[in-house]
């Protein structure tokens, strides 16, 4: 057995490596290997694919050496290991073929059953499937024990992130090899098992289908839920901007597949209003429009609201949790005049602060006056954006006053419909249960799931590590919270979750 390790190890590390489709991840993949110093065999179906692939990489490669981030000698090397062939069987000397050919199941199996009469018995053969399944690609193998899954993320020379997906005859020398050589060029290995979307696919899930969730309930409109989550959160883009980057023609499938892979599992659902805005043509910038309209590729958001111009109201803050009370006295405006009785006096703005549950809720339970009850989400205060949610009842008398409440300068607030969870807890609560799910079915480590999130999909934290920093107990809190209202089993805790509350175990900690 060690020998047969040490062999496949060798195998990844050799001197000559091939990649098969020379689009533009196949290009980038190539580079790596190169740049790791490797000889490496390019492929393509197309005529003249694989030369015009080494004459892109050589034109990148220069830009680096421009900008003084490469030695005009070291280009030159890479690109010298770089060597276009015409015909499949010239790969017969590569001890590792990456193939990054079109998402076609069968294009792919029909291309490993040939790869494999090609190459040397102990030749890795890795797939940079996005979406389909290593086990099915594999299994067009005489020995699917030497396939796997080396997934990397466009553009692959700067995305230094690279899934080492293990199907279930993969042996276990082959994912050694490949993070082994994932280290080599530089760049984060992290394993995965081979479950629908793998790892960073898989732990995006929850970010767009609840913020799409969010809008379905008319919650909000797309500019203020991507306001308050990039404000409140932190995320780089909201849900409807990296929907309009990444385009709803392919989101939108990518979604709906990983929901039924997993037999129509709650937790992935998508929304019918991506649907039809697809088949609407919506499909984001790249057809300069979607949930923006773009000039020149800019998005035109509408603006935030403007500073109210009425005086704030004096506001009664519900005492019933201190810090987070303490949390709304900080968010409000400056010199606002508070109302510390025990119950709200009949001028008084209400607000409340609830932990997966609503204003409503909080109003009702309390036997507030519903007309002039916000919440308040004093988890996620926000810095810039404040965001208020009104009860069904709420008095529109009160719209401008509560909102001059909580108007500091340079902060716009926003005045929204009720909502269960709020918006950014509901949000956070969501990807927080979707890592320890993932977690649970031993898909991923705690360590990889939380570096593939922020590697793979830029989050300001990685999810096990931001559901310890919230609070495991208050996640767990939001959720149940969340399922009781909706009873939605989309919001059920996962197991690995509930456990590590009782245990009082950080999440961000393997078994």
């Not at 697809?278 to 509408?302: H, I, N, S």
């Not at 507030?368 to 965001?387: K, M, S, Y």
Request: hydrophobic share 50%; glycine share 8%; aromatic share 6%.
């Amino acid at each position: 057995m060690r020998q047969h390790e040490d062999y496949l190890r060798a195998a990844a590390a050799g001197a000559t490596a091939a990649v098969v489709g020379c689009g533009a991840m196949g290009r980038g993949i190539a580079q790596l290997l190169a740049q790791a110093g490797l000889t490496v065999l390019l492929h393509d179906a197309q005529p003249h694919a694989a030369a015009l692939a080494r004459s892109a990489i050589e034109a990148d490669l220069q830009k680096w050496v421009a900008r003084g981030k490469l030695a005009p000698q070291d280009a030159t090397a890479i690109v010298a290991r770089l060597v276009p062939v015409a015909a499949l069987t010239e790969l017969a000397p590569a001890t590792l073929v990456v193939e990054a050919v079109i998402e076609d199941l069968e294009v792919k199996r029909k291309l490993f059953a040939q790869l494999e009469r090609i190459v040397p018995e102990h030749a890795i053969l890795a797939t940079n499937t996005s979406s389909l399944s290593v086990a099915a690609i594999a299994a067009a193998c005489v020995r699917p024990q030497r396939v796997a899954g080396f997934h990397f993320f466009n553009p692959a020379p700067l995305m230094k992130l690279v899934e080492i997906v293990a199907a279930v005859q993969t042996d276990a020398a082959v994912c050694e090899a490949l993070v082994e050589l994932a280290r080599r060029f530089g760049h984060t290995p992290v394993r995965a098992a081979d479950t629908p979307g793998f790892l960073v696919n898989h732990a995006g899930r929850g970010y767009v289908t609840e913020g799409l969730k969010i809008l379905a309930e008319g919650v909000c409109a797309p500019h203020e839920l991507d306001a308050v989550l990039t404000d409140a959160c932190g995320f780089r883009l909201g849900p409807c901007e990296l929907l309009d980057l990444t385009g709803l023609d392919v989101s939108q499938p990518v979604m709906e597949s990983i929901y039924h892979q997993y037999y129509e599992e709650p937790r992935y659902r998508p929304q019918v209003l991506t649907r039809r805005r697809m088949e609407a043509g919506l499909l984001g910038r790249k057809r300069g429009v979607g949930f923006y309209r773009y000039e020149d590729g800019v998005a035109q958001r509408p603006a935030l609201p403007p500073a109210p111009v009425v005086p704030p109201p004096r506001v009664w803050i519900d005492p019933a949790e201190p810090a987070l009370a303490a949390r709304v006295r900080e968010a409000l405006a400056p010199g606002v005049a508070l109302d510390t009785g025990a119950r709200p006096a009949a001028d008084s703005l209400i607000v409340v602060t609830p932990v997966g549950g609503d204003a409503t809720q909080a109003a009702v339970a309390d036997q507030l006056d519903a007309r002039r009850t916000v919440a308040f989400d004093a988890l996620f205060p926000g810095r810039r954006v404040r965001c208020l949610f009104a009860t069904p009842a709420f008095d529109p008398q009160w719209r401008e006053p509560a909102r001059a409440a909580f108007a500091s300068e340079g902060t716009s607030v926003l005045l929204v419909r009720d909502s269960a969870g709020l918006v950014a807890q509901r949000v956070l609560a969501m990807i927080v249960n979707i890592a320890c799910a993932i977690a649970e079915q031993r898909i991923a480590q705690p360590d990889d799931i939380d570096r593939a999130v922020t590697l793979g999909l830029g989050y300001p934290q990685g999810p096990l590590a931001w559901g310890d920093a919230i609070g495991a107990g208050t996640v767990l809190r939001i959720l149940r919270a969340l399922q009781a209202a909706t009873g939605d089993p989309r919001y059920r805790p996962a197991a690995w979750l509930a456990r590590r509350v009782a245990l009082a175990l950080p999440l961000a900690h393997a078994d």
